[in-house]
């Protein structure tokens, strides 16, 4: 018979896959039926009960030989800036590089997902959906002063004066100026197709293709694949004597680094194809297929200025126009991709235009000589060539800042996403700079309105204006302390100890107590066993920086002594001052092991912390698990990562990038398992 493990707060039964895999069977506890929502099924052995966790009793779980729970954590459903372009959060997945506030890439610890009620912002450049505490990067308005263009009877310009960045919650930022990146670093820009030479043809080529080009790809009829790009048929000429440029061929046939367009007149249009397998897959690689799923990659955006300024000019000859805003020229590109607009409104930003996009809604259906076709809402990037206009909007620090305008109320019950960004804890949604906003982790930041909600919850002050979190420290820790209820509850029913497992983020630890380990950016508390998995391979140096050699467990020495000796003692001891308490003061002042084991006697150690495995004091086998691709689970390299953004698949696949890492889930399966 299989040992019985509770899952609380089971979503997509992350902890149970672990488990299951040991040889457990499983009951998950929630408020939904997420599997049956998303079209995912269960792993085998595991059960769903509905029902909230807050009214559950431990009497039910009186069977289980363990619990553990993952309490939820929130943030909004948007576009992600990352190394690998503009992707939805529901894609972002621990490892990914994301650019922060601080426009560097920085690496994507973890990711969630939860229920919400969320809020609409809107502004210059921008609009984003997330909850009310949600904190984004902005500068208040400090006042304005008026100058004019050109002669006195020039038009008058309005330049704002902001005063220092800040964070502040979304619902808040009316009237403030909010963050968009200008700079996006430098990433490594991909070996061009086939040999083709670098140069401003070939991104103006690239750009044009983005805008109005196609490919045909015959993967099985032995035929080349084919590259397509079309005009209007009074562009001809001139887009021919363009294409002819970019990598000219020079005998008969195109050879290696070199194209060759053939041009046909169609009814509607001209249009010009291009034979060479390497080029397609290039495109479709970096740039994508179909107008909905085009998009800049993000090392586009750190490329040389001639460069992007190239791949820039030939989209808007293919989809922008000349318009004029208050008599001043305006640049206008329409696109039925919002990765698109965005990624062109970064584009154009990095080359010092002010810039911003538009949504405008369309209905799904509309006709075209006669025929009814489905249509998509169109985005429109705006943006200003003129260095006059440019100081509407003010530009400093790696960033344009552009005012709020307006907060709405947005869903009730919306599922919403949340990530945890290495070191700056930002990254960039919709265009906008925004930060990880858990309740646990908001309250952990240097902010002072974060700072004020911490003094409040402790009975030192009032709550800001418009605050609607968690009003007292038990609200705040309600879902935390409902998992150690019922365990106590379970215990006195089945008359024995049921461990429990807690997981949750590092900014939980002043409210709920220190935790007793961390997987990565994982928290644990409660029964957490001594021995767990390293989630990184460790190395260790010698005080002038060279490098030990292998077989060292450790990295750099955690403090003074132990870093001038960077030796074991006389004693056996890989540290000359121990550290270890229960070992360290008054029965083991040289360091060494006790009895086999770098912790000391098992009977002096906590409850929490025994380990049958630790008498032979041997190193506990690393865990690890496969990752398809070289990156994230196998869930995000296929199948449902390739459904839209609002299905059902893409949903589910979202979800279970929250789910608890299969190594943890594992080892804590084997450790507990009667």
């Known amino acids: ?12 039964f992350g902890w149970s896959s672990g488990l299951v895999a040991e040889g457990w069977e499983t009951i998950g506890v929630d408020l939904e039926d997420m599997c049956g929502q998303f079209g995912v099924g269960r792993p085998p052995h595991t059960h769903l009960l509905i ?8 009497s039910q779980l009186k069977d289980a030989a363990l619990i553990v729970a993952s309490p939820p954590c929130f943030v909004a459903d948007t576009l992600i800036l990352t190394a690998r372009g503009l992707i939805p959060v529901q894609d972002v997945v621990p490892d990914d590089l ?10 994507v610890l ?11 912002a809107s502004g210059h450049g921008a609009m984003i959906e997330g909850t009310h505490e949600h904190p984004i990067y902005v500068r208040h308005d400090e006042g304005s002063r008026h100058y004019w263009s050109g002669t006195q009877s020039g038009p008058v310009y309005i330049a704002k004066s902001l005063g220092q960045p800040t964070w502040i919650p979304l619902a808040e930022a009316v009237g403030c100026h909010w963050a968009s990146p200008t700079a996006f670093g430098e990433l490594s820009v991909p070996a061009l197709p086939n040999g083709i030479a670098n140069t401003p043809a070939f991104w103006w ?22 590259v397509l790009i079309c005009c209007a048929h009074g562009e001809a000429d001139d887009l021919e004597v363009r294409l002819a440029n970019v990598a000219p061929r020079r005998g008969r046939r195109a050879a290696h680094g070199e194209l060759h367009w053939n041009r046909s007149r169609e009814r509607t249009a001209t249009r010009f194809t291009a034979c060479s397998n390497a080029l397609a897959a290039w495109l479709a690689t970096h740039f994508g297929c179909g107008a909905s799923a085009k998009a800049w990659p993000a090392w586009a955006l750190g490329m040389d200025e001639t460069a992007r300024r190239a791949l820039l000019d ?22 039925v991709s919002k990765r698109l607009a965005i990624g062109t409104r970064f584009l154009a930003a990095s080359l010092g235009c002010t810039s911003a996009v538009y949504h405008h809604p369309r209905p799904s259906h509309c006709k075209i000589e006669g025929r009814v076709v489905r249509q998509r809402d169109a985005w429109e990037t705006h943006w200003t060539p003129d260095s006059e206009r440019n100081r509407l909007v003010e530009r400093s620090d790696g960033m344009q800042w552009g005012k709020v305008r307006q ?11 949340n990530l945890e960004v290495e070191e700056d804890n930002s990254y960039v949604a919709d265009g906008v700079v925004v930060h990880n906003c858990q309740e646990f982790s908001w309250m952990a930041m240097p902010w002072s309105r974060a700072k004020q909600v911490a003094r409040a919850l402790r009975g030192e002050g009032e709550f800001p204006a418009n605050y609607r979190g968690s009003r007292t420290q038990e609200q705040l820790t309600e879902l935390f302390n409902a998992c150690f209820r019922i365990q106590r509850e379970a215990c006195e029913v089945a008359g024995r100890h049921i461990p429990l497992i807690v997981e949750n983020v590092r900014g939980a630890q002043p409210w709920v107590g220190q935790a007793r380990w961390s997987f990565g950016s994982f928290y644990l508390w409660g029964d957490v066993p001594a021995l767990m998995p390293m989630t990184a391979r460790a190395q260790k140096f010698n005080p002038d920086g060279t490098d030990h050699g292998q077989g060292s467990w450790f990295a750099v020495a955690d403090s003074k002594e132990r870093g001038a000796r960077a030796t074991k003692n006389n004693g056996g001891s890989w540290f000359n001052v121990a550290y270890n308490t229960t070992s360290g003061k008054g029965q083991n002042p040289d360091g060494r092991k006790v009895g086999g084991d770098w912790f000391g006697p098992g009977e002096n150690c906590s409850p929490m912390r025994r380990c049958s495995s630790r008498e032979s004091g041997t190193k506990q086998p690393g865990i690890s698990g496969p990752r398809a691709n070289g990156k994230g ?34 080892h804590i399966a084997r450790t507990f398992k009667p």
């Not at 994301?98 to 690496?107: D, E, S, Y």
């Not at 973890?110 to 609409?120: F, L, Q, W």
């Not at 907060?407 to 996403?417: C, K, L, P, Y």
């Open 110 to 120: 973890r990711t969630g997902s939860s229920m919400a009620t969320t809020v609409i």
């Open 1 to 12: 018979m299989k040992p019985l493990a509770i899952d609380l707060f089971c979503g997509l």
């Open 51 to 58: 029902q909230d966790v807050l009214t559950l009793h431990g």
């Open 314 to 335: 030939g989209y808007v000859s293919a989809d922008g126009y000349l318009g004029r805003n208050a008599g001043s020229p305006v640049v206008k590109a329409s696109t």
């Open 205 to 226: 080529m690239v750009g044009r293709w983005v805008g109005d080009g196609w490919l045909r790809r015959r993967p099985k009829c032995g035929s080349s694949d084919e």
């Open 407 to 417: 907060v709405e109320i947005g869903q009730e019950n919306a599922r919403v996403w």
């Open 633 to 666: 689970d196998a869930w995000f390299q296929d199948g449902a990562a390739r459904s839209g953004s609002k299905s059902n698949a893409r949903k589910a696949a979202s979800a279970m990038i929250a789910k608890i890492p299969a190594p943890l889930a594992r």
């Open 98 to 107: 994301a650019l922060t506030h601080r426009n560097r890439w920085r690496r």
